[in-house]
T-cell receptor, first 113, second 116 residues
């Protein structure tokens, strides 16, 4: 089973649509959860951290279900600039304080005019 | 806004040659990381570094790889004898200290390594 699993897409949606991405992770010891976005041939950029209570940042809402080992990202009122690959990322404590990020393969989103 | 920087942006080398990839982490961060992404594949962890020593490394990070913090600002990844399969984008990342700031890693723009 993959450590972090995402639907690869692609998701093609019209501007203004609401789109949801899902992700599951296999390591129950995982401690921190993130959504990053990655534009073509660029670095991953932090979109938001995901907390157990769920959190919202403008048009973006992230949810975490630890019991089901499931993470989601909802984008409302999508913009052309939201077109990117969305990476589900899980952080598992390594020895000491250092942590390593485990990335999903990403879900590709294209927002169409 | 502080950011991670990396040089060069693109490195072309012959198989068997040594390469050094350079990174300048965010200035008050104390945890440093290298990741790689082979074209079309997911980002993979290589190594984490704290307090002048490796904290953890993946199976990819074999004896051909080494990391160093030669001074107060640079963090380097050396590949001693490059192979064709080392061709990838290499990302440096850093994170802060204490609580959630240690969790959140910020990535540099990457160095595209092409091994011929």
């Amino acid at each position: 089973r993959k450590e972090v699993e995402q639907d690869p897409g692609p998701f093609n949606v019209p501007e203004g649509a609401t789109v949801a991405f899902n992700c599951t992770y296999s390591n129950s010891a995982s401690q921190s959860f993130f959504w990053y976005r990655q534009d073509c041939r660029k670095e991953p950029k932090l979109l938001m951290s995901v907390y157990s209570s769920g959190n919202e940042d403008g048009r973006f809402t992230a949810q975490l279900n630890r019991a089901s080992q499931y993470i989601s990202l909802l984008i409302r009122d999508s913009k052309l600039s939201d077109s990117a690959t969305y990476l589900c990322v899980v952080n598992t404590r390594a020895s000491g304080s250092a942590r390593q990020l485990t990335f999903g393969s990403g879900t590709q989103l294209t927002v169409l005019p | 806004e502080p950011e991670v920087t990396q040089t060069p942006s693109h490195q072309v080398t012959q198989m068997g040659q040594e390469v050094i990839l350079r990174c300048v982490p965010i200035s008050n961060h104390l945890y440093f990381y290298w990741y790689r992404q082979i074209l079309g594949q997911k980002v993979e962890f290589l190594v984490s570094f704290y307090n002048n020593e490796i904290s953890e490394k993946s199976e990819i990070f074999d004896d051909q790889f080494s990391v160093e913090r030669p001074d107060g600002s640079n963090f380097t990844l050396k590949i001693r004898s490059t192979k064709l399969e080392d061709s990838a984008m290499y990302f440096c990342a850093s994170s802060g200290t204490g609580g959630r700031s240690t969790d959140t890693q910020y990535f540099g723009p990457g160095t595209r390594l092409t091994v011929l």
